[in-house]
């Protein structure tokens, strides 16, 4: 049955098969062999029904696998014998069993069930010649050139010029040579060319070569350089597979989503013996609590609150800790004015936990259904067993005192009014910085030495010059000081070595005469003690002291300059006894005769200190005790005060200074000195209570060049000290005769204006005699006056 | 009424009943017009122009309107807003002439600072009556007298008509601190060489030279004379000085005393005689009618009584103002204030003294022995010591101060408001120095410093400073001319 089966499966698939094929064997005649062979050329030229051919052989395939089962069937039905010889008549009975189904298959495709015809061999015998078969896949091998006749590429018109027959087809059939017409045909044939004529014979088929308008279309195209393919498309439009976007990540981290979930069937399995083993009680899932978590009845636990009933307030009772009641920012939905904004949330995240000042941040929710779980439930909740836990049991008395309320209050500067505050003159006409200043006892002139060599003489409130002179070309006037006492002017100034007496001519004749009577008394004292006779003006210096008193240069003499004296190193320091006859200068290189005293009436020079032995450094300034006989020596690091009549050291007063700028005595109260020093303090000291500082002022940013207490302290009780920073500083400093009461010392104002040159800034600084004004003497080459 | 008519009437703006009231004669209503009803939206504009139709003058003037002793600096509606007071009272509101913005009008340059001024003038002629010429308009004088020890006399157009002979000549030798004209032919000058100077000031009919001639020569200070005082009627001249003492002079050689001989520079000290001592000059030395000293700190200022020559006021840096009695020369009361005082005047019809202090405000102190405050109202607003003080010509209530700030200022001392510190009033007119105009000020005054002020009625204010300048400002009828359009 095999080639049965093989033949039913060839029927099936060869239903493609042209009828005309069928009748061109049948007929055999050459007409219908040619237009067979034309049909075949034509198939194989209708690429465009390749399509639908292939649609056709779909249908028809599984039309087969029909036919397939049912000859299944039918295999099952008929024994698996060799085909006898009535193997036909079994053949054809199984065929009209078929017959149905084979009209069937006749109705659906048109086509004749026979594939084969039987004929006659030259025996007599039956031959079957079957029917050409069609593979179903032609249009598959389009490549292939499709060659009709099989005789080769051989010149057709020699080898088969004599014969009927131009060739042979794949079957071995001859191929008839195509009629050729009559002279009149080809005539006919010119006159109406049909479409596609080219007049040119197909050698393998030796029939006129058409062409149709397909294959003219294909061949301008190819001609164009076109792709030949009609329809083809070179620009389709681009089908974007992936997103134009530009994704910044190449790979996604998106989560995978849970459709791609496929549960485990396994771990179904084994969840579920667990579950089972649960429920039969093969697995505990807690542990059961061991002996140690189990109560110890032994001891007795008390709850000291539990029966809690308000009694009234008694040392031994103690109520437990309360919890404050919620305020309205603990609410859900808190007012508008509870929330906090963006600032303050941010303020209250970045605050440490101890820094916060409430432990939740207010939020709204819409509802209380929106309120999330209170995260901080537990913690809160183990705070507040803490607080009950470790609630005090005794209630202990505390001081519960502010240490700064016991400090006295420091009065406000507005009510320590007047104090200067604004410069109310500049004092412009130095060249170079202004060493020092002061004011006049009168209380009307200001009197200035500089770094040009000038004393300078000014009237206070206009700051107009009135007088100056040059004391010397090189060298700085480093400190000018009036004499104190309003019967005379007499001035002091050291420039260099060289100490100066100055009776200037801005006062009245008599006072100015009475001016030079006190500067020239010492001519005459020396004069006496010496040559006595000569008069005074005229005296020569004598030889007696080691340094003697001159007089200057004439033109100093006319300006006003009564006296002159030289001492070893320079001057830095110059300060005038209370009663106008005493002047103690210091000039600290000078060694053993750096402090000296000078007798102005006598013209006599002493040098009280051999040597200032373990003394913290040189000497810095001196200054006299204003009521006492007192004298206070400063060195670098110490201030020693020293008894004038009892010719002994008194204090050694320890400022803790590394180096000492200056220091002043209080005027009214002489046991309260104030210190500046170059590291940027300002001391004040009570002498009576230690001699270690009171009080330390460090209000500057650079070092201190001079301090000075308010001339009348008892009236005006104001200090100032000068920086280098430029600046200069009152401050309030009373000092009261009660010895159980300190000095109060309250900073007031920070005068600005002075600049700052080469790092020096303010140099010097004074007061009025009377009036809460100071002069401040500065290194821009300007004394100002503040009011 | 006139004034009705005159304020729009569309807009619905409340109305508020004032009754206008003068106490300056010449301005007064010929009938009270009684209460008017005004527009709250009036400001001083407005209302001037209402009082100006109710006078029916031919010149409008401007006038200022005082509400409870303010001057109404807003509209009337603000007015109320501000003080409380209800729309429905009847507002007593005064009027008076206003002062005029006083504008610059000349400069006069000098060789160094310009410590004092005085003017000659119709007006301030006036008051002192002796002068036998009545003065034109156009031939006032200024007197300036500058720290070059030299006084000069200046004519409106800005031309020195005569200076004072210098030290040599018989001038001060030091810079001069004060000048006073007694009357158009006497002149007198005190120095910082502790001398008061009579000078004779003469002047031909051209009025193309005139000279001043040393008088008297008047010794008795010790120290700089900061100002001087005269009151022409009795010849006398009052002196503060700052040796803390009051000196009282006679203008007439007759009257006064020989000079202290040890005060005399070329008969005293040694020293002198090194100075160049100029030739023996004859003019006169003569010695203080008196020296009172009774301050304990130098004199800043003094004056005579406006009423009563026999008395003198002084203000000294020992924050005091003292009254003397000049017949006997004692000092009759002391007004303590806080502050150094630097200058001195008089509002005669107020019955108070202004005192300029060095803490950069103006004292306006009852001298009278009834009154019971030291300080009767403060002016504030310059910003440093004050050292000049003079009186509006015009009004008993004006007031130009000159101040080291570089500013002089005009106060009316009816505006004013209550503070912590009792009454205080602000200045109604700032006048700067014109050398500085358009520059930075600088700290403390520095450069600009006013030493000295005077205000007359037809000269104007004039001030002198450190700028080495005599500055004229004028406020008359420049306003006026353009409220006449």
């Known amino acids: 049955m095999a080639p049965e089966s093989s033949s039913k499966k060839r029927k099936a698939?060869?239903?493609?098969?042209?009828e005309a094929d069928e009748v061109a064997l049948s007929d055999g005649s050459a007409d219908e062999f040619g237009e067979a062979l034309h049909n075949g050329f034509e198939s194989h030229r209708d690429e465009e029904n390749d399509e639908e051919d292939a649609d056709d052989s779909e249908d028809e395939l599984e039309d087969g696998s029909d036919e397939e089962a049912l000859i299944a069937s039918d295999e099952e039905l008929n024994?698996?014998?060799?085909?006898?010889?009535?193997?036909?008549?079994?053949?054809?009975?199984?065929?009209?069993?078929?017959?149905?189904?084979?009209?069937?298959?006749?109705?659906?495709?048109?086509?004749?069930?026979?594939?084969?015809?039987?004929?006659?061999?030259?025996?007599?015998?039956?031959?079957?010649?079957?029917?050409?078969?069609?593979?179903?896949?032609?249009?598959?091998?389009?490549?292939?050139?499709?060659?009709?006749?099989?005789?080769?590429?051989?010149?057709?018109?020699?080898?088969?010029?004599?014969?009927?027959?131009?060739?042979?087809?794949?079957?071995?059939?001859?191929?008839?040579?195509?009629?050729?017409?009559?002279?009149?045909?080809?005539?006919?044939?010119?006159?109406?060319?049909?479409?596609?004529?080219?007049?040119?014979?197909?050698?393998?088929?030796?029939?006129?070569?058409?062409?149709?308008?397909?294959?003219?279309?294909?061949?301008?195209?190819?001609?164009?350089?076109?792709?030949?393919?009609?329809?083809?498309d070179p620009y389709p439009a681009t089908i974007e597979y992936f997103t134009r976007k530009t994704e910044q990540m190449p790979l996604s981290a998106a989560p995978e989503p849970k459709r791609r979930f496929v549960p485990s069937k396994h771990e179904t399995k084994r969840v579920m013996k667990i579950v089972r083993a649960i429920r039969e009680g093969r697995i505990m899932p807690y542990k059961p609590p061991s002996e140690e978590d189990e109560e110890d009845t032994s001891v007795k636990r008390y709850d000291i609150w539990a029966n809690e009933a308000p009694r009234p307030d008694h040392p031994m009772n103690i109520p437990a800790p309360k919890l404050p009641p919620p305020g309205y920012e603990e609410s859900y939905h808190p007012p508008p004015e509870y929330l906090p904004d963006q600032n303050e949330k941010r303020a209250w995240e970045d605050a440490d936990d101890e820094d916060k000042d409430k432990d939740f941040l207010p939020t709204n929710h819409e509802s209380l259904r929106k309120v999330p779980g209170y995260e901080r439930f537990v913690k809160e909740k183990f705070e507040r067993c803490l607080d009950l836990y470790l609630a005090p049991r005794v209630r202990r008395s505390k001081l519960n005192i502010d240490p700064e309320s016991l400090l006295p209050k420091l009065p406000s500067p507005e009510d320590l009014r007047p104090f200067p505050t604004t410069t109310a003159t500049i004092f412009r006409g130095h060249e170079g910085r202004v060493r020092?200043?002061?004011?006049?006892?009168?209380?009307?002139?200001?009197?200035?030495?500089?770094?040009?060599?000038?004393?300078?003489?000014?009237?206070?409130?206009?700051?107009?010059?009135?007088?100056?002179a040059k004391l010397s070309k090189d060298e700085a006037v480093n400190v000018v000081r009036w004499r104190p006492g309003t019967d005379a002017t007499v001035l002091s100034a050291a420039a260099g070595e060289h100490l100066y007496l100055i009776a200037p001519p801005i006062s009245d004749p008599e006072t100015e005469a009475h001016s030079r009577t006190i500067i020239d008394a010492g001519f005459g004292y020396a004069a006496t003690k010496t040559s006595n006779g000569s008069s005074a003006t005229t005296t020569k210096p004598t030889k007696d002291p080691p340094t003697p008193w001159t007089r200057p240069t004439p033109r100093l003499l006319e300006a006003g300059v009564l006296a002159t004296f030289p001492l070893l190193r320079t001057i830095?320091?110059?300060?005038?006894?209370?009663?106008?006859?005493?002047?103690?200068?210091?000039?600290?290189?000078?060694?053993?005769?750096?402090?000296?005293?000078?007798?102005?009436?006598?013209?006599?020079?002493?040098?009280?200190?051999?040597?200032?032995?373990?003394?913290?450094?040189?000497?810095?300034?001196?200054?006299?005790?204003?009521?006492?006989?007192?004298?206070?020596?400063?060195?670098?690091?110490?201030?020693?005060?020293?008894?004038?009549?009892?010719?002994?050291?008194?204090?050694?007063?320890?400022?803790?200074?590394?180096?000492?700028?200056?220091?002043?005595?209080?005027?009214?109260?002489?046991?309260?000195?104030?210190?500046?020093?170059?590291?940027?303090?300002?001391?004040?000291?009570?002498?009576?209570?230690?001699?270690?500082?009171?009080?330390?002022?460090?209000?500057?940013?650079?070092?201190?060049?001079?301090?000075?207490?308010?001339?009348?302290?008892?009236?005006?009780?104001?200090?100032?000290?000068?920086?280098?920073?430029?600046?200069?500083?009152?401050?309030?400093?009373?000092?009261?005769?009660?010895?159980?009461?300190?000095?109060?010392?309250?900073?007031?104002?920070?005068?600005?204006?002075?600049?700052?040159?080469?790092?020096?800034?303010?140099?010097?600084?004074?007061?009025?005699?009377?009036?809460?004004?100071?002069?401040?003497?500065?290194a821009d080459g300007t004394c100002r006056l503040w009011m | 009424m006139a004034g009705n008519a005159a304020s729009p009437e569309d807009k619905p703006a409340s109305q508020v009943r004032i009754s206008l009231s003068t106490k300056q004669p010449d301005v007064s209503l010929a009938q009270n017009p009684g209460p008017i009803?005004?527009?709250?939206?009036?400001?001083?504009?407005?209302?001037?122009?209402?009082?100006?139709?109710?006078?029916?003058?031919?010149?409008?003037?401007p006038f200022e309107f005082l509400i409870n002793?303010?001057?109404?600096?807003?509209?009337?509606?603000?007015?109320?807003?501000?003080?409380?007071?209800?729309?429905?009272?009847?507002?007593?509101?005064?009027?008076?002439?206003?002062?005029?913005?006083?504008?610059?009008?000349?400069?006069?340059?000098?060789?160094?600072?310009?410590?004092?001024?005085?003017?000659?003038?119709?007006?301030?002629?006036?008051?002192?009556?002796?002068?036998?010429?009545?003065?034109?308009?156009?031939?006032?004088?200024?007197?300036?007298?500058?720290?070059?020890?030299?006084?000069?006399?200046?004519?409106?157009?800005?031309?020195?008509?005569?200076?004072?002979?210098?030290?040599?000549?018989?001038?001060?030798?030091?810079?001069?601190?004060?000048?006073?004209?007694?009357?158009?032919?006497?002149?007198?000058?005190?120095?910082?060489?502790?001398?008061?100077?009579?000078?004779?000031?003469?002047?031909?009919?051209?009025?193309?030279?005139?000279?001043?001639?040393?008088?008297?020569?008047?010794?008795?200070?010790?120290?700089?004379?900061?100002?001087?005082?005269?009151?022409?009627?009795?010849?006398?001249?009052?002196?503060?000085?700052?040796?803390?003492?009051?000196?009282?002079?006679?203008?007439?050689?007759s009257d006064a005393p020989q000079a202290p001989p040890s005060l005399i520079p070329s008969l005293s000290s040694q020293g002198a005689k090194r100075r160049k001592v100029g030739p023996a000059t004859s003019t006169p030395q003569r010695g203080a009618l008196a020296l009172m000293k009774s301050h304990n700190a130098p004199v800043s200022d003094t004056m005579f009584a406006p009423n009563d020559s026999t008395v003198a006021y002084s203000t000294s840096w020992d924050h005091t103002l003292k009254t003397w009695d000049l017949t006997s020369s004692t000092c009759v009361d002391t007004r303590s204030t806080s502050h150094p005082l630097f200058s001195l005047t008089a509002l005669s019809s107020l019955n108070l003294l202004a005192?300029?202090?060095?803490?950069?405000?103006?004292?306006?102190?009852?001298?009278?022995?009834?009154?019971?405050?030291?300080?009767?109202?403060?002016?504030?607003?310059?910003?440093?010591?004050?050292?000049?003080?003079?009186?509006?010509?015009?009004?008993?209530?004006?007031?130009?101060?000159?101040?080291?700030?570089?500013?002089?200022?005009?106060?009316?001392?009816?505006?004013?408001?209550?503070?912590?510190?009792?009454?205080?009033?602000?200045?109604?007119?700032?006048?700067?120095?014109?050398?500085?105009?358009?520059?930075?000020?600088?700290?403390?005054?520095?450069?600009?410093?006013?030493?000295?002020?005077?205000?007359d009625a037809d000269v104007g204010i004039v001030s002198a400073g450190e700028d080495k300048r005599v500055q004229i400002n004028q406020g008359k009828g420049i306003v006026g001319d353009q409220k006449a359009q």
């Open chain 2, 355 to 455: 005192a300029g202090t060095s803490a950069r405000h103006i004292t306006l102190i009852d001298p009278r022995a009834s009154a019971t405050t030291v300080s009767a109202m403060t002016l504030r607003g310059h910003m440093n010591a004050v050292v000049s003080l003079a009186t509006d010509p015009q009004s008993s209530y004006g007031l130009v101060s000159a101040s080291h700030d570089g500013t002089c200022r005009v106060w009316d001392v009816r505006s004013s408001r209550s503070d912590k510190e009792g009454r205080v009033g602000d200045s109604t007119y700032v006048i700067e120095r014109e050398s500085t105009k358009g520059q930075a000020r600088k700290a403390a005054g520095e450069g600009t410093k006013v030493f000295g002020v005077c205000w």
């Open chain 1, 79 to 232: 024994s698996d014998e060799v085909p006898s010889e009535d193997e036909k008549g079994i053949f054809n009975g199984s065929l009209e069993q078929d017959g149905a189904s084979e009209s069937e298959n006749e109705e659906t495709f048109g086509r004749p069930t026979r594939q084969y015809e039987v004929v006659k061999d030259a025996n007599g015998n039956d031959r079957y010649v079957y029917n050409e078969v069609d593979t179903g896949y032609a249009s598959d091998d389009s490549d292939a050139p499709v060659t009709t006749n099989t005789v080769g590429n051989i010149d057709v018109e020699k080898f088969y010029g004599a014969y009927p027959h131009i060739g042979y087809d794949i079957n071995g059939k001859k191929i008839a040579r195509p009629a050729k017409g009559e002279a009149l045909d080809a005539l006919l044939d010119s006159i109406d060319i049909p479409k596609g004529w080219t007049g040119l014979t197909d050698p393998a088929t030796g029939k006129p070569l058409e062409i149709s308008q397909e294959e003219l279309e294909v061949l301008r195209r190819i001609q164009m350089n076109e792709v030949p393919e009609e329809g083809y």
């Open chain 1, 436 to 468: 020092s200043l002061a004011v006049s006892p009168s209380g009307t002139w200001l009197v200035s030495g500089g770094d040009d060599g000038t004393v300078q003489i000014w009237e206070l409130v206009t700051g107009r010059q009135i007088w100056s």
């Open chain 2, 69 to 253: 002793g303010t001057f109404l600096r807003t509209s009337l509606e603000e007015y109320l807003n501000a003080t409380g007071i209800s729309a429905e009272t009847l507002l007593a509101v005064e009027y008076v002439k206003a002062i005029i913005p006083p504008l610059y009008v000349a400069s006069y340059e000098h060789d160094d600072w310009v410590s004092s001024i005085d003017v000659i003038s119709a007006s301030s002629a006036e008051s002192n009556s002796t002068s036998a010429t009545p003065i034109t308009p156009g031939q006032e004088r200024i007197l300036s007298g500058s720290y070059d020890g030299l006084l000069r006399m200046w004519n409106m157009s800005s031309q020195v008509l005569a200076t004072s002979p210098s030290s040599s000549g018989g001038g001060h030798t030091a810079p001069v601190k004060a000048v006073k004209v007694a009357d158009p032919s006497l002149v007198v000058s005190s120095s910082l060489d502790r001398t008061i100077r009579v000078w004779r000031y003469t002047e031909d009919s051209a009025e193309y030279s005139a000279s001043l001639q040393p008088k008297i020569e008047l010794y008795g200070h010790k120290a700089s004379i900061d100002s001087l005082a005269v009151h022409r009627p009795s010849n006398r001249i009052l002196s503060a000085s700052a040796d803390h003492s009051v000196g009282l002079w006679s203008t007439r050689k």
């Open chain 1, 572 to 778: 830095k320091s110059l300060s005038w006894h209370r009663r106008g006859d005493y002047l103690a200068t210091v000039s600290p290189a000078a060694q053993s005769r750096a402090v000296a005293i000078h007798t102005l009436s006598k013209h006599l020079t002493q040098h009280p200190f051999r040597r200032l032995r373990g003394t913290g450094g040189l000497p810095q300034s001196a200054h006299f005790h204003p009521t006492k006989p007192i004298f206070f020596v400063a060195t670098q690091r110490t201030i020693r005060s020293y008894d004038l009549a009892k010719q002994e050291l008194l204090q050694i007063i320890q400022p803790g200074s590394r180096w000492i700028a200056g220091f002043d005595v209080h005027p009214a109260a002489g046991n309260n000195l104030i210190v500046g020093g170059y590291d940027r303090r300002l001391l004040w000291h009570d002498l009576e209570l230690s001699t270690r500082p009171y009080k330390t002022l460090r209000y500057h940013n650079k070092a201190i060049r001079a301090v000075r207490f308010h001339r009348a302290s008892g009236q005006v009780p104001l200090f100032v000290d000068a920086s280098d920073d430029g600046t200069v500083q009152v401050f309030h400093g009373k000092v009261v005769d009660d010895a159980m009461e300190n000095a109060s010392i309250v900073p007031l104002k920070v005068l600005r204006g002075h600049g700052v040159r080469d790092g020096l800034g303010v140099l010097d600084v004074d007061w009025h005699p009377r009036e809460p004004w100071c002069v401040s003497a500065g």
């Open chain 2, 37 to 61: 009803l005004v527009n709250t939206n009036f400001r001083r504009y407005a209302l001037s122009t209402l009082v100006n139709t109710l006078r029916e003058a031919e010149k409008p003037t």
């Open chain 1, 13 to 18: 698939i060869t239903r493609d098969s042209p």
